[in-house]
């Protein structure tokens, strides 16, 4: 019953903070109900017992990714004459919602076929660092790999396109 | 219970997707993108609860990763493309048009 309450708790929470997300107009709110949303999905995730992943969530979604975007935010000093004027905005918005709208109910469809399952929260043996460390160095040891290389990619190419040019002579 | 999980993980990406299609601020059209991300990581994590397997949370691992890497380097053209052209707008960044 309390897990039935907290999940609509914070499914309506993550759903108001995608709305802000996608309907205020300085990205420094959005920013700010956009961390609302990765906060209640992360309370989501310990719903169901992925304890590690809730960790995680917090640790670099809400703390590292959302930082830097509103560090970057912040940097640049938006003001409201530097916003884009978005006149078409709420036209496009329609017909966003009419072209998704039927793809959103087959996907829903889709879902529907799956076996119910039970939520109840499992105590050991699931989701916890060793359960999914075992997993990640067996089985997915070379995904695992290439996700390293790719974030030293990230590194360079972040460091090579914002880092200072020398002017070359 | 797992149905309500998965129908939230579809609205939250269809939000995305609206975000994506309706605003014009590169910062908004990011963090859409990265909302996309989210509610795929949410279907990942709640198939993985439903069979009581370990890889949906190690592919959730993996997007985590790859949406650190993208902001890295999403953030470092984004203040490229202000340091040029001075605005936000995502129809002024039109460099690749034929």
Redesign the interface.
Known sequence: MT??LL?YGF?LL??LG??G??LFKH?MN??MS?VI??IS?AC??AL???K??FA??LI??AG??MS??LF??M??N?GES???E?RG??F??A???VA??P??IL??RA??T??????AI?GDG??GVQ??G???FT??LL??EI?SI??L???V??VV??GKREVSE | ????????S???F??????V?????V??V???I??ML?AA??GF??L???H?S??G??L???V??????????A??????L?KHKG??????FNLLKG
């Open positions: 897990e039935t999940f499914g993550s759903i995608a709305l997300l996608i990205p959005g920013a956009f949303t990765l999905l989501l995730y169901l017992s992925a590690l992943i995680i969530q670099v979604y590292a990714i830097l975007i970057i935010i940097f640049l938006i530097d916003l884009p978005e905005r709420w496009y918005l017909g966003g919602i998704i709208g793809i959103a996907m829903q879902f529907k799956l076996p119910p399952g039970e939520t499992v699931f989701g359960e999914v075992m997993v990640l089985d997915w995904p695992f996700v790719l974030l990619v990230a590194l190419g972040a396109l914002a | 219970m797992i149905h309500n999980y998965l129908t939230l579809v609205i939250l269809c939000l995305g997707i609206l975000g299609i309706s605003r014009r601020n910062f908004i990011f963090m859409a990265e909302l989210n990581n949410l994590v709640t993985s609860r439903l009581l370990m890889d949370h190690v959730a691992l993996m985590m990763a790859v949406a650190a890497a993208e902001a890295a380097l953030l470092a053209v984004v203040i490229l202000h605005k936000l707008d995502t129809d002024v």
